[in-house]
């Protein structure tokens, strides 16, 4: 089992290595094809749903491309599906109010917790984040919310552009330092739980459906990219199939515990 969970460490640090935060979790089990988490809910007109690459780069320096949708209904219900060559299912996510999964099917193994963190409370490489901070991404929105700013200096870019760095802090106490440039956010940076350096850098912006959203972003922990998202698609309003908000797991899939 333990061997197992490192074999796929790589992979889920990149999945969780979405935005930089941490926290705790805990958890409840499902059962032989019975439904892990179940809600009997339907769309929201406030539903979004994105689709986008993820490239996942491994200790080895190989890396891995998978192309992934998220069905957000924002701070009420998620479900993510990654899909590797072939359109082979690699891992499902569904994260409710009372509890969230996640599904390996080819593998045969899951993960559970309840809390709007997910990731394994354990594992220092594999950086727990905040699943609204996740779906909020996104919709346009890269500063973690409330942050309280401490100091901001002027800097001159490459081309003689003005960039404001700021520093600022969250409710939590956890320090960021963020670089802006004519209302856009290039990276924002801090501190991993094992206290090495996680900085996420967005390459390019694009609109869709009106909204200024990243496009091109890379996530580099301890000055190594870890992560690339390219995001493809975003639409709003769109109704959700009931399916989308239960997932199953077999007896037989084994727990990874943190």
Not at 56 to 77: T, W
Not at 128 to 133: E, F, M, S
Request: net charge positive; hydrophobic share 40%.
């Amino acid at each position: 089992m333990a061997a197992a969970v490192l074999k796929y460490g790589n992979f889920l640090r990149g999945i969780f290595l979405l935005l930089l935060l941490s926290l705790f979790l805990t958890g409840c089990v499902g059962g032989k094809q019975s439904t892990a988490v179940d809600v009997n809910v339907g769309a929201a007109s406030d539903s979004l749903k994105a689709k986008f690459t993820l490239t996942i780069y491994g200790q080895d320096g190989k890396s891995q491309e998978l192309d992934a949708v998220l069905f957000s209904v924002p701070n009420k219900r998620y479900r993510m599906e990654l899909t590797g060559s072939l359109g082979i299912g690699v891992a499902s996510l569904l994260w409710l109010e009372d509890g969230w999964q996640m599904v390996f099917p080819t593998e045969k193994m899951y993960m559970k917790g309840a809390g709007y963190m997910v990731g394994l409370l354990n594992d220092p490489s594999l950086p727990l984040v905040h699943i609204h901070q996740v779906a909020g991404f996104f919709d346009g929105k890269v500063l973690p919310e409330n942050l309280e700013e401490l100091s901001q200096r002027d800097s001159l870019g490459v081309d003689s552009s003005v960039i404001k760095i700021h520093e600022a802090c969250d409710p939590l106490t956890r320090h960021y330092t963020y670089a802006e440039r004519n209302g856009e956010v290039l990276w924002i940076a801090t501190l991993g739980r094992d206290g090495k350096d996680e900085k996420l850098v967005i390459e390019e912006y694009k609109e869709f459906n009106g909204v200024k959203t990243p496009s091109k972003i890379s996530f580099i922990r301890d000055e190594t990219v870890s992560l690339k998202i390219r995001l493809k698609k975003v639409q709003r309003g769109k109704p959700f199939g009931m399916g989308t908000w239960r997932l199953n797991i077999p007896r037989s899939y084994q727990l990874i515990k943190g």
